[in-house]
């Protein structure tokens, strides 16, 4: 039988990143007070991490809730009247897409990218921002769930924030993040953004590396 695969996220070590053997992992970590690191059964579970806190994945197993049941009780059920959102990027910066469905039965609503180079947050933005006009555009009172508090913020500001320069391999790229600000200072909505709870819900259900 063959060996399982795995994949080992170091958010915090000597050489933060994703790992593909444990040798290279134990390498980044060796000697680092607190190293933070742990390992996931696929790449897109690992990018999806990586791009995440550790808080949210250490000592928990895929669908496991960390919450007491009083905490889950409070928290309730997702509004299912909703769209999700979510972004992928195989590095920091990387190739990007993103992509929106209907909460409650994962049907794809909209799809952009691959981008040849990119951020998960640039991701994040533009797929809020693409919600956004997609709902207002079919007169929808349905909410927006993102597992982005950054991208929220960066809407609410109505500024894309990244770090990230514009070259002539992101061009395209940067001229989306010009129209979807251009978009946010131009239209009011009344559309909720709000916080998927992951630890609760599990992943999002817009998420790229869902099985």
């Given amino acids: 039988?063959?060996?399982?695969?795995?994949?080992?996220?170091?958010?915090?070590?000597k050489r933060p990143g994703i790992y593909?053997?444990?040798?290279?992992?134990?390498?980044?970590?060796?000697?680092?007070?607190?190293?933070?690191?742990?390992?996931f059964s696929s790449f897109p579970l690992a990018k999806k991490a990586y791009n995440g806190n550790y808080e949210d994945f250490?000592?928990?197993?895929?669908?496991?809730?960390?919450?007491?049941?009083?905490?889950?009780?409070?928290?309730?059920q997702p509004?299912?009247?909703?769209?999700?959102?979510?972004?992928?990027?195989?590095?920091?910066?990387?190739v990007m897409e993103y992509q929106g469905v209907d909460t409650k039965t994962s049907k794809k609503l909209f799809r952009q990218g691959p981008f040849p180079e990119?951020?998960?947050?640039?991701?994040e933005f533009l797929a809020i921002v693409h919600g956004l006009a997609f709902l207002k555009e079919r007169k929808s009172d349905r909410i927006i769930y993102t597992d982005s508090r950054t991208a929220m913020s960066w809407v609410r500001k109505k500024n894309c924030n990244t770090k990230l320069k514009e070259?002539?391999?992101?061009?395209a790229l940067?001229?989306?993040?010009?129209?979807?600000?251009?978009?946010?200072?131009?239209?009011?909505?009344?559309?909720?953004?709000?916080k998927w709870e992951t630890k609760a819900w599990g992943?999002?259900?817009?998420?790229?590396?869902?099985?």
Avoid at 82 to 94: E, L, Q
Avoid at 203 to 211: Q, S, W
Wanted: net charge positive.
């Fill in 174 to 194: 940067f001229e989306l993040i010009r129209r979807a600000v251009d978009w946010l200072k131009k239209n009011q909505y009344n559309t909720p953004i709000v």
């Fill in 167 to 171: 070259t002539a391999k992101n061009k």
């Fill in 118 to 123: 990119g951020t998960n947050n640039i991701g």
């Fill in 79 to 94: 509004n299912y009247h909703s769209i999700a959102v979510d972004a992928a990027s195989s590095g920091n910066p990387g």
């Fill in 20 to 39: 593909n053997t444990w040798e290279d992992c134990k390498s980044a970590i060796s000697g680092y007070k607190g190293a933070e690191y742990k390992s």
């Fill in 1 to 13: 039988m063959a060996k399982k695969e795995k994949f080992y996220v170091v958010w915090k070590g």
């Fill in 58 to 76: 250490k000592g928990k197993k895929k669908g496991e809730s960390t919450l007491s049941p009083e905490q889950l009780l409070k928290i309730g």
């Fill in 203 to 211: 992943e999002i259900p817009a998420d790229f590396g869902r099985k």
